[in-house]
């Protein structure tokens, strides 16, 4: 099974700031998932970018994706404290179960 | 839509007993993944099935870890007996679609302490 590695690991800014956190994989894949989770509960999943697509948003999230360099960003804009969380990517190829890696802790201070 | 349910929430046993734990996925997914997730850690992946066949369980111990998928819908996963390392999180997650691809809803998890 593939598993995406997650970068920085930990991350702390200011609200109204901007985050930005990385995933690199090693495999081809079909597509690519970014969840959150908060403390002590479930993951949620925030979206997916395919693999023929290069960028997709939804709300404040910006994905990017680059298959070339086997990578992707989620770029949270105006961050709140809200957002304070762990989030985890997970690269898809179609015939790997969904695994996931040891994610980034973002610590949005008010 | 009902989500993923997950029961007990939260377990505490002495070290070489039992423990099992529950979980009803979204009616209609016929993915279910269990997973472990030590505090700190991303989760990690026990058992996948796929309706009420086993995908992937190269991760389960299977000398103490158990799971099934009874008729492709409710699934129980059992440790037997327990270690002070199984202490963790356990979550349940559902799919309609196959393997990864795509969106996984996940419960609330079982919070398991062994002492």
């Known amino acids: 099974s593939q598993q995406g590695e997650e970068d920085p690991q930990a991350l702390s800014i200011q609200e109204g700031e901007n985050a930005t956190m990385n995933c690199s994989y090693k495999t081809s894949i079909n597509n690519l998932q970014w969840y959150r989770q908060n403390s002590g509960r479930g993951l949620v999943h925030l979206i997916l970018?395919?693999?023929?697509?290069r960028e997709k948003h939804s709300g404040r999230l910006r994905v990017t994706l680059d298959t070339s360099k086997k990578s992707s960003s989620l770029l949270i804009t105006a961050s709140r404290a809200a957002d304070t969380a762990s989030y985890f990517c997970?690269?898809?190829?179609?015939?790997?179960?969904?695994?996931f890696g040891k994610g980034t802790r973002l610590s949005v201070i008010a | 839509e009902a989500g993923v349910a997950q029961s007990p929430r939260y377990k505490i046993i002495e070290k070489r007993q039992s423990v099992a734990f529950w979980c009803n996925p979204i009616?209609?997914?016929?993915?279910l993944y269990w997973y472990q997730q030590i505090l700190g850690q991303g989760p990690k992946l026990l058992i996948q099935?796929?309706?009420?066949?086993?995908?992937?369980d190269s991760q389960l111990p299977k000398d103490r870890f158990s799971a099934e998928r009874l008729k492709g819908v409710d699934s129980t996963l059992k440790i037997q007996p327990a270690k002070l390392e199984d202490s963790a999180v356990y979550l349940c997650?559902?799919?309609?679609?196959?393997?990864?691809?795509?969106?996984?809803?996940f419960g609330q998890g079982t919070r398991l302490t062994v002492v």
């Open positions: 970018i395919r693999s023929n697509e």
């Open positions: 009616s209609g997914h016929a993915t």
């Open positions: 997970a690269p898809g190829s179609g015939n790997t179960p969904l695994v």
């Open positions: 997650a559902s799919s309609f679609m196959a393997q990864g691809a795509g969106e996984a809803f």
């Open positions: 099935f796929q309706n009420n066949g086993v995908v992937d």
